[in-house]
C-alpha cells in the first residue's frame, strides 16, 4: 500500500506540474499582451480611418455624378436661350440658369469640401501606416519569442502528460478512481503532504493514532479535506 501511495503522490505532483503548464500555455505574457494591445489598437484606428475615407470618396462620386448632370442642365438652358422668343420666355430660361448655377457653385463647394476632408484623413492615415512598420516588427518578435517559448511548454506538458499516464496505469483501478474523485473535487489536490503533523492542504492536525496507520504504510485520508495523506520518508521518523 505504502508505495501505491508513493505513486499516489508522484501523480499529484506530476499534475501539479502539467496544470502549471497548461495555464502557462493559456496566457499571453505581458511582453506580448502589451504589443499586442497597441497593435489592435494601431489596426482599429486604420481601419476607422480608411472606413472614413470610403465614406468620403463615395460621397465625392455622388457629388460629381450630379455636378456633371447639372453643368449638363445649364448647357441645355444656355442653349434655350437662343431660342427664346419674347421677353417672357428670356426671363423664364434666365431663371432656371441662374438657379443651376447656383445649384453647381454648392456642388462644386461641396466637392472641394470633401477633398480637402479627405486629404486630411489620408493624411492620418500615412503618418500612421509610416509607423506601422516599426510596431508590426516589434508585434512579429513578440509574437514569435512567445510562440518559441510555447514550444518549449508544449514539449514539458507532452512529457508530464505521458508520465502522468505512466503512473496511472501502475495503480490499481479502485485507488486510480479514488484519486480522480477527490482531484476533480477537491482544486485539483487529491494527495495532501503531511507537514509538522498537520495536512498540508487544509491544516488540519493529524491523530498519532492516524500517523502511525501512515507509517504503517495505510491509506489514510485527512479528517478535514478527506484528501489522501502522504508522509514522506524523511519525516516518518519523528522524535518520540
Ligand atoms: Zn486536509
Redesign the pocket.
Known amino acids: 500500500m505504502n508505495q501505491d501511495v508513493e505513486k499516489l503522490w508522484e501523480l499529484q505532483t506530476v499534475l501539479t506540474a502539467l496544470a502549471e503548464r497548461e495555464k502557462q500555455l493559456n496566457s499571453k505574457p505581458e511582453s506580448f499582451a502589451a504589443v499586442d494591445r497597441e497593435w489592435q489598437a494601431a489596426n482599429a484606428e486604420m481601419e476607422k480611418l480608411q472606413q472614413q475615407i470610403d465614406v468620403l470618396s463615395k460621397e465625392r462620386r455622388r457629388v460629381d455624378g450630379e455636378l456633371s448632370d447639372e453643368q449638363e442642365l445649364l448647357k441645355k438652358y444656355q442653349g434655350q436661350l437662343m431660342q427664346v422668343k419674347n421677353q417672357q420666355q428670356y426671363a423664364a430660361a434666365w431663371k432656371e440658369i441662374d438657379a443651376t448655377r447656383k445649384h453647381v457653385k454648392e456642388l462644386e463647394d461641396s466637392a472641394l469640401k470633401n477633398m480637402t476632408e479627405s486629404e486630411g484623413v489620408q493624411k492620418q492615415l500615412d503618418e500612421r501606416k509610416a509607423g506601422h512598420d516599426d510596431l508590426k516588427s516589434r508585434y512579429d518578435a513578440e509574437h514569435e519569442s512567445w510562440q518559441g517559448s510555447l514550444g518549449d511548454l508544449r514539449r514539458e506538458a507532452e512529457q508530464l502528460r505521458g508520465r502522468a499516464n505512466a503512473i496511472e496505469s501502475s495503480i490499481p483501478e479502485p485507488l486510480r478512481r479514488e484519486f480522480q474523485k477527490i482531484y476533480s473535487q477537491r482544486q485539483k489536490i487529491a494527495v ?1 503532504r503531511v507537514v509538522n503533523e498537520a ?1 498540508s ?2 491544516r ?1 492536525r493529524i491523530r498519532p493514532a492516524l500517523t502511525q496507520k501512515l507509517k504503517r504504510g495505510e491509506l489514510v485520508h ?1 479528517e ?2 478527506h ?1 489522501i495523506l502522504f508522509l514522506e520518508k524523511s519525516l516518518e521518523k519523528t522524535p518520540s
Request: charged letters at 10%; aromatic letters at 0%.
Open positions: 495532501a495536512c492542504a487544509c488540519t485527512c478535514g479535506c484528501r
